[in-house]
């Protein structure tokens, strides 16, 4: 009896290893499978990253810049601005300093040239110098003085 005992346990041994081997042949892993594309190259990654949509108007330009390198190659200075410091690109505008009486007038915005006017005058105002929208301005709408707005 002990013998056949003996016996069983080497079968279900037997059985235990080749269904352990069997399940662990069907779960294992597969070799990759080759890859036919060629992987970019350095040079293609960066002219990907040097694409900036010119038809955007320009402080959206600016904004999806984010690099130093992209940032020179538009002829911006790459700073850091507002209250947290970050880095970001500040394009300047070619209608810097001209008269205007809205926005829509300039690259990015038509502001008083003091902040000391009040709101609700009717005034003109300047194009702003470059993207950098950060500060204390009072902008111009339709002839007319916002209230002073403070961006952070």
């Known amino acids: 009896m002990k ?11 037997a059985w235990l290893a080749v269904g352990l081997g069997a399940t662990l042949t069907a779960c294992g892993a597969q070799p990759p499978e ?42 911006g200075n790459w700073k850091k601005v507002g209250r947290q410091q970050a880095y970001a690109c500040v394009l ?8 205007c009486n809205d926005s829509s007038e300039c690259e990015v915005a038509c502001v008083t040239g003091n902040n000391q006017v009040e709101a609700g005058q009717k005034a003109s105002g300047v194009c702003l110098e470059t993207t950098d929208l950060f500060g204390c301005r009072a902008y111009v709408s339709n002839g007319v003085v916002e209230h002073t707005l403070c961006v952070d």
């Open 34 to 75: 080759p890859i036919d594309e060629p992987i970019a190259s350095v040079e293609d990654v960066e002219r990907l990253e040097q694409v900036v949509d010119t038809s955007l108007p320009l402080v959206q330009q600016a904004y999806s810049i984010e690099s130093e390198k992209v940032c020179d190659k538009h002829g």
């Open 92 to 99: 300047p505008a070619s209608d810097a300093g001209n008269a």
């Open 3 to 13: 013998q056949a005992s003996v016996k069983i346990q080497h079968r279900f041994g």
